[in-house]
């Protein structure tokens, strides 16, 4: 009987012997083998500590604000790319009270608070609209380069490994929706003091495409291309008693001289204004659009002192494709912005932050890759569920209210009613179409038909253009 017992203890010695002897002569017979055969051990750390990788490209808003989840999955790698870490992307920097509360921005981020709009018509009809709001109540102007970098090195806190580089191409494998075989990332290095990046590449599992408007991410999954409007702003530093205008004030100008299709602005900043407008039908005309608005500011920033000339493009619609594979699109890459005015900010931050957190929980702490339905049923379903509504009310009122210079005097008239006023700010302050109020809503069907009609009576006829071939240009 105690031999038998011994046995079994002593055959348990003989297998862990020979197991460490079999581990010791499989490491020498490596370490020895030629450079290509080590070469072909998969590059990507999945391979190496079990962990999945996952890039954002891109360190605006919606990349920063996606990383940042990602970060706090310690059993996922989180790299994120930046060409600029120091960039100041040209945008007329607004964000709504909502975006400051849900992703904590430190009021340092927001150089201004405005209380008050004033709508101008092409008429040169004024409307003040803001005294619906509530004491606390604003809207957010900030500076780009000062908000990034702050969404960006929070998420640098948590745990996201920064890069500052220019991805260049992606390699997809073929068979990427069916199999877990990373996808390999080729990029440019930049350095401190070097204008010329080094060529390096990376195998990453997961990517998140938050390149902007001329997203690379987009185009090397095939995404689909989308229409564009040009926006052009300066930034004009006025006098310190003409600032006390814009103090807590922003402006908006409608009219066919300054956007055939959109509209023109002054936005506060911290010791400037942005002066700009856009266009999606006439984008050869921008800087003749530029001008005129310029021209409508008149003896408000005469005197002034262009500081920064700035211009980029602003998606249209969604993408046609917004996730392919394991590869997922937000912000302007995925065509997030709104139409009527402009916006996309917030919805940067909001696309990047709920896609993070689809697929980070479909990963189930880092041991699964999620599928390309998993990524459509989650987090495609519930940003469209949540914010489609909102895209669709104002691609509406941008085909009615922006298309004539006798819409834009009807707009401007309408925004006398209060109710507009609330309604307006409350759908644009916390991201959610206002208006529940039957009687209201039908007075104010009433009041839009009559102020049409107004409109359409005294308003000066749109000039004509044509550029057939230019306004049929994708990215």
Known sequence: PIQRRIQPHYQIIQIKMKLAIASLVLGSAAAFQPHSALNAVPKSSSALDMKYKVAVVGGGPSGACAAEI???????DTVMFERKMDNAKPCGGAIPLCMVGEFDIPETVVD???????????????????????????????????????????????????????????????????TEEP??????????????????????????????????????MDAGLYNFAIAFQERIKISDDKMKLYEEMAEMYVGDDVSPDFYGWVFPKYDHVGVGTGTVVNRPAIKQYQKAIRDRAGEKIAGSKIIKVEAHPIPEHYRPRRVQGRIALVGD?????TKCSGEGIYFAAKSGRMAAESIVQLMKGGTHLPTQAEIEKTYLKEYDALYGPTYTVLDLLQKVFYTNNGAREAFVEL?????????????????????????????????????????????????????????????
Do not use: W
């Open 333 to 337: 890459a995925a065509g997030y912005v």
């Open 70 to 76: 990602f970060a706090q999955e310690k059993n996922i």
């Open 112 to 178: 201004r608070k405005v209380r008050k709009m004033n709508l101008i018509s092409p008429s040169g009809v004024e409307v003040d609209i803001g005294d619906t709001l509530k004491p606390n109540e604003y809207i957010g102007m900030c500076r780009r380069e000062i908000m990034d970098k702050y969404l960006r090195d929070r998420a640098i806190e948590y745990g996201a490994e920064p890069i500052n580089g220019l991805v260049t191409s992606i390699d997809i494998p073929a068979n990427h929706k069916t």
């Open 415 to 475: 925004c006398n009613s209060k109710y507009v006023q609330q309604v307006t700010f409350d759908s644009y302050l916390y991201k959610r179409v206002q208006g529940n109020n039957p009687l209201d809503d039908l007075k104010l069907l009433g009041e839009t038909i009559g102020c049409l009609v107004k409109g359409y009576s005294v308003a000066k006829p749109d000039a004509e253009f044509s550029n057939p071939v230019e306004s049929q240009k994708r990215i």
């Open 183 to 220: 996808y390999t990332i080729n990029y440019l290095e930049f350095t401190e003091g070097s204008a010329a990046g080094e060529a390096k590449t990376m195998d990453v599992d997961v990517i998140v495409g938050a390149d902007g408007a001329n997203s690379r991410v987009a185009k090397c």
